[in-house]
């Protein structure tokens, strides 16, 4: 995905009104900012970690999808400023690699080691919803998704709503924790009503990117009963998707699938919107047949120049090793539980 995609330097779920209504919940973080008036010119989530030696760890958690620091207008070339100020490696994680800031990060660091790369699911937004679902499906399958959303019509009163400026958040928020907590993710307990803090973090999060008119959200009902639900968050020319759960009860219709492509469809009617990140795992069996754009990622360890080039690789060896080592523990438990990847 070319750089000229990214209109601004600040990213969806890392601007700092979201990271702040977060952190008000969910602990953990150090909210690192370089002062201006008003917005900051660079705000990073952090967290301090003493092992093997000192360094900084983006702050992740299912609310926050990667480390990618948030930038005002020409605010990235401050990057050097922070990692100078920090005196310590810091572990950036999932980082658009052509991010105005991820482009920062590589350019401005003294040391640099990249962990791990891939690449998720995007979407550039240009022309007309048609004209993109025409061209990024075959007939067969156009025809498909067509019939799959009569035939969940054709089951009971079919519904779909989105969330208007001044609409009724709280609804939306709240069918949405009940319909994943009723699914998969609620029996493994990883749902995010399982957790009240992070439930309410979501709640306040959500509040406060609404009242700036940040939020979207979507909801497909069958009967008056939710049965898919999605929501984004918007900055600028970007989208970027959040959570989405689905009724398994109703999976033969793909309603997630369904669901994605009316999200789809409102970015391409929304002006200004230039392209959306699927914020997704690498490789998801789902968004990424449907999203057919990809933006390059990576995990990546950078110092400034007061750190020693002794105590850097020190850390860049045992980070490695540590991924490769959770990666293969990974892989072995997906296969032999046979679980599911979210």
């Keep these: 995905m070319a750089p000229a995609m990214y209109q601004q330097a600040t990213s969806t779920f890392t601007h700092p009104d979201w990271i702040r209504a977060i952190s008000a919940h969910v602990p953990g973080a150090n909210l690192f900012q370089l002062p201006s008036t008003g917005f900051p010119r660079l705000s ?20 926050t999808n990667g480390g990618l620091p948030a930038a005002a ?24 690699v052509e991010h105005p800031v991820g482009c920062a990060i590589l350019a401005q660091a003294a040391h640099i080691k990249v962990i791990t790369s891939w690449e998720r699911a995007g979407l550039e937004i240009s022309g007309t919803y048609e004209e993109w679902f025409s061209r990024n499906f075959s007939s067969q399958r156009r025809k498909e998704f067509k019939r799959l959303r009569a035939r969940l019509a054709e089951q009971g009163e079919f519904a779909v709503r989105s969330l208007e400026p001044k609409g009724d958040l709280a609804s939306f928020i709240e069918n949405f924790l009940a319909l994943e907590k009723s699914g998969w993710k609620g029996e493994r307990g990883t749902a995010i009503a399982n957790d009240p803090k992070l439930a309410d973090a979501l709640r306040t999060g959500l509040a406060a990117m609404h009242a700036r008119g940040r939020v979207r959200f979507w909801e497909m009902a069958l009967d008056g009963k939710p049965i898919a639900s999605l929501y984004a968050l918007i900055d600028g020319g970007e989208a970027g998707l959040g959570k989405i759960a689905h009724d398994e009860h109703w999976a033969k219709y793909s309603p997630g699938v369904l669901i994605i492509l009316e999200a789809t469809q409102s970015f391409f009617a929304e002006e200004g919107i230039t392209f959306a990140d699927s914020n997704a795992i690498p490789g998801h069996p789902m968004i990424d047949r449907i999203w057919r754009d990809r933006i390059a990622c990576m995990d990546v360890l950078v110092a400034g ?29 997906i296969r032999l539980s046979g679980r599911k990847v979210s």
């Design 44 to 63: 990073a989530s952090l967290k301090s970690v003493s092992l093997p030696v000192r360094h900084f760890d983006s702050w992740v958690t299912p609310l």
């Design 305 to 333: 120049p007061r750190v020693p080039a002794s105590t850097f690789a020190l850390l860049s060896t045992f980070m490695q090793a540590r991924h490769e080592l959770r990666s293969f523990a990974k892989r072995a438990f």
């Design 73 to 96: 207008p020409g605010g990235e070339e401050a990057v050097f400023e922070l990692l100078d100020a920090l005196e310590s490696p810091v572990l950036f994680r999932n980082i658009p």
